[in-house]
């Protein structure tokens, strides 16, 4: 039984009998996995503060190839995100990226820019405190990279392009209408202004982005939009999404 | 896998459910049940369902009680100007145990974990709020655990407090007695700084 060293984002944690835990990981080496971590929750834990949701952590693990459970051998922590998420709101956010990415990302398939994806979208989240573009650039690529982003730049049905015209979605749509092909004025509105953040941060690096001004308007719409493709896609109701929206 | 009679598959399966006990340990319970006297299956039944039908929770603190109040909240020697919140009735067990606090408890049953689908919504914080109306409370300790979600958890109840005029304090967290500084990574270490006090 190989012990195998990864790198790996902590995405959540299962307590396991008396004292252990599974450990859901996003390993950069392996892909995702889950591992279970022996004597986790006792007093004399050698992973510490190592497995809290969102560690950036390396670790060592037992690699069983067609197992369903790894073993964890030991871990510690590279970067952690435990202080960000003393803040309700940006503790709810975290968990998003998290729960995302473990119905998102099939199992032991190495991907490597969803990985970095991740760090950067976290790193973004504890630097500048801000929820909405963080999450949006998160959901934006994620969805590009895994080949299910729809066509936003013109009506689904017509193909006339939106260019500078908002678009209109009815719930748990994957795509967008133009004005005249939406049903009896049904739908939600997505502004032009909103659409128009594409351009913007596709060719950027997320802190590019983020520096450049305060969150722009139209922001928080079209991260909802992405929020409802990726439920859509995932064909189950995200539990984060609902407390996200609570927290406006 | 070799197929159990109905009855013995129908309680494996309910012993499952309960926390902590995979398919082995269910097996075993039920084979212990199977072979134990007949008298003792029925004290362990009944006391199943006279816990279920006669405990409940305080409608002051939300702790596990047969009596409402409960012996902490109705207790005289207590002293209501303190109060303690807690995650779960075991917790109050816990701190019980330093036999060092003589205030009242506040249990929340839980912790905000967004991943569970629990925000402020699920916690049991309404009866807190207006036990702090009240006026007596001059204090409230936060003993949630040390994870993220009881430090969110601490955070969000020091925000909704403060403006009622409370002190609000945390129990202090770090290096567990009995181990070693070598072992502490940064948030252990962290938190440990920040928990000092002068000596
Ligand atoms: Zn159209
Ligand atoms: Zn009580």
Redesign the interface.
């Known amino acids: 039984m190989p012990l195998v060293e990864t790198e790996a984002i902590v995405l ?1 944690t299962h ?4 004292a252990d835990k599974i450990v859901s990981l996003l390993t950069r080496q392996l892909g995702r996995l889950r591992a279970v971590a022996k004597g986790a929750l006792s ?2 834990s ?1 992973f ?3 497995l ?3 560690s950036y952590i390396r670790l060592w693990i037992y690699d069983r190839e067609g197992r369903d459970l790894q073993r964890l051998g030991s871990a ?2 590279v970067e ?1 995100f ?2 960000m ?4 709101r940006m ?2 956010a975290a ?2 990226l ?2 995302v990415t473990e119905r998102f990302l099939p199992d032991r398939e190495v991907n490597e820019r969803a990985f970095r994806l991740l760090m950067a979208v976290l790193r973004a989240l504890k630097h500048f405190g801000e929820v909405n573009r963080p999450l949006l650039f998160f959901d934006y690529w994620l969805l590009r990279l895994g080949g299910f982003l729809p066509d936003l730049s013109c009506c689904m049905k017509c193909r006339k392009s939106f260019a500078g015209q908002a678009g209109f979605y009815v719930e748990s749509s994957e795509s967008l209408l133009c004005s005249a092909c939406r049903s009896g004025g049904s739908g939600t509105q997505l502004s032009a202004q909103a659409l128009a953040l594409i351009d913007e941060f596709r060719s950027a690096r997320i802190e590019e982005w983020l520096r450049m001004k305060k969150a722009p308007a139209g922001s928080r719409e079209l991260r909802l939009f992405l929020e409802q493709v990726i439920e859509a896609h995932l064909e189950r109701k995200l ?2 999404r ?3 929206a ?1 927290e406006g | 896998m070799k197929e159990y009679t109905a009855p013995l598959a129908r309680l494996i399966d309910e012993l499952k459910h309960l926390p902590g006990i995979g398919q082995k340990s269910a097996q075993r319970i039920a084979f212990y049940l199977e072979r134990a006297p007949r008298d003792d299956v029925q004290r362990l039944a009944e006391a199943l369902l006279d816990a279920k039908d006669k405990i409940r929770l305080c409608s002051l603190c939300n702790n596990l009680t047969e009596l409402d109040p409960c012996e902490y909240c109705s207790d005289p020697r207590r002293d209501p100007e303190v109060i303690c919140v807690v995650e779960t009735p075991y917790n109050v067990v816990s701190v019980e145990k330093s036999r060092e606090f003589r205030g009242h408890y506040h249990v929340l049953h839980g912790a905000l974990s967004p991943l569970q689908g629990i925000g402020p919504e699920q916690l049991k914080l309404r009866n807190l709020i207006e036990r702090l109306n009240g006026g007596t409370v001059r204090e409230l300790i936060v003993a949630t655990s040390p994870t993220v979600e009881g430090e969110a958890t601490a955070v969000y109840l020091a925000k909704l407090v403060k403006p009622l005029g409370v002190k609000v304090s945390r129990i202090a967290m770090g290096i567990p007695v009995g181990s070693d500084l070598e072992f502490a990574d940064e948030v252990t270490m962290l938190r440990a700084l920040e928990g000092r006090r002068e000596m």
């Open positions: 959540r307590r396991l009998g008396e007093r004399r050698r510490g503060s190592a809290e949701p969102l510690e922590v952690s435990f202080e998420q003393k803040d309700y503790q709810v968990q998003y998290a729960e539990v984060t609902r407390l996200l609570e």
